[in-house]
Structure formats: C-alpha cells, structure tokens
Nanobody
Framework: QVQLVESGGGLVQAGDSLRLSCAASGHTFSSYAMGWFRQAPGKEREFVAAISGGGRSTYYADSVKGRFTISRDNAKNTVYLQMNSLKPEDTAVYYC?????????????????WGQGTQVTVSS
C-alpha cells in the first residue's frame, strides 16, 4: 500500500509560479512511476504530467508543456510539479498518482494509488 500526500497548492495570480509536492510512503519509491492529474470544476480529471521511476523519462499534456516541470527525489520519496506562467485555466484540484511499474503513463486507469488532491486557484 502506498500513501500519497500532496501539498503546495494555493491562490495565485496569473503569471505566478507554484511548486506542488507529493510525499509517498514506502521503501520502493523508485520502482513507481508517478503522475500528476487535475480536475477543474465541472470537468473530468485530466492528465498533466508523468515521470518514470528513475526520473529519466517525462511526459506532459500539451496544455502545460513548456510551463510545467515534473521531477522527483527518490531519496526523499517525493515528486514535484513546478508550475510557471500560471493561467486561470490551470485552476483545478491537482492529484498525485503512483503506478506500481516504473514506466510513466498518461491515463488514469494505469495508476494504482491516488492522493487526496490540493487546490490550485489562479486569478486573472
């Protein structure tokens, strides 16, 4: 069982930056691929970014490519999402997810564990 706890959300203005963190329990963190998803009000949850277990491979949704960066520190059992040049349309609850294989994926049903989410609100 893996427990995931997100932090770092908040209220910011358009153009600002935020860094989300997701701390994972367990001793085999590097064997898990990690992903970030988000869900805006009235919309389905969507893929944002993913990273392989070793951190060498990353994947991004087109809507965030060039603005968001996913990274991980396996010594700290933590994955990050650096979000720059935030836009009002980035407003959503952001979820961290873990996959029990080290290969990144972009669809929700490929992930096995989920955090509770952290709210990001971007004002115009």
């Amino acid at each position: 069982q893996v427990q995931l706890v997100e932090s770092g959300g908040g209220l910011v203005q358009a153009g600002d930056s935020l860094r989300l963190s997701c701390a994972a329990s367990g001793h085999t963190f590097s064997s898990y691929a990690m992903g970030w998803f988000r869900q805006a009000p009235g919309k389905e949850r969507e893929f944002v970014a993913a990273i392989s277990g070793g951190g060498r491979s990353t994947y991004y949704a087109d809507s965030v490519k060039g603005r968001f960066t996913i990274s991980r520190d396996n010594a700290k059992n933590t994955v990050y999402l650096q979000m720059n040049s935030l836009k009002p349309e980035d407003t959503a609850v952001y979820y961290c997810a873990a996959r029990i294989v080290p290969f990144g994926a972009t669809t929700q049903n490929e992930y096995d564990y989920w955090g509770q989410g952290t709210q990001v609100t971007v004002s115009s």
